[in-house]
């Protein structure tokens, strides 16, 4: 079992940025591909970004890309997400998932676990 705290949500105006955080603990010897995913209020949960545990490869949404980006430090067992230039439709509560398969992807049904989400509020 592994579990996922994110941090780092807030409210912040357009424009601006945010560093989200998650860190993960339990059976972190594992080498899990990682990902962002976020849910705005009325919709489905959508795909943000992933990366997997060599940071070689990354994957971003076409509504983040030039934006947003993932990394992670395996020494820390933690993954983040810098989003810059936020807009108002990045509002919604972003979690951080992983996935014990070898290759990243973007299907949220891979995702084995689920933090507990961070809410990201942009104002106008």
């Known amino acids: 079992q592994v579990q996922l705290v994110e941090s780092g949500g807030g409210l912040v105006q357009a424009g601006g940025s945010l560093r989200l955080s998650c860190v993960a603990s339990?059976?972190?010897?594992?080498?899990?591909?990682m990902g962002w995913f976020r849910q705005a209020p009325g919709k489905e949960r959508e795909f943000v970004a992933t990366?997997?545990?060599?940071?070689?490869?990354?994957r971003y949404a076409d509504s983040v890309k030039g934006r947003f980006t993932i990394s992670r430090d395996n020494a820390k067992n933690t993954v983040y997400l810098q989003m810059n230039s936020l807009k108002p439709e990045d509002t919604a509560v972003y979690y951080c998932?992983?996935?014990?398969?070898?290759?990243?992807?973007?299907?949220?049904?891979?995702?084995?676990?689920w933090g507990q989400g961070t809410q990201v509020t942009v104002s106008s």
């Open positions: 998932a992983a996935d014990q398969s070898f290759l990243i992807s973007d299907n949220k049904y891979r995702y084995d676990y």
């Open positions: 990366i997997n545990w060599s940071s070689s490869t990354t």
């Open positions: 339990g059976r972190t010897s594992s080498r899990y591909i």
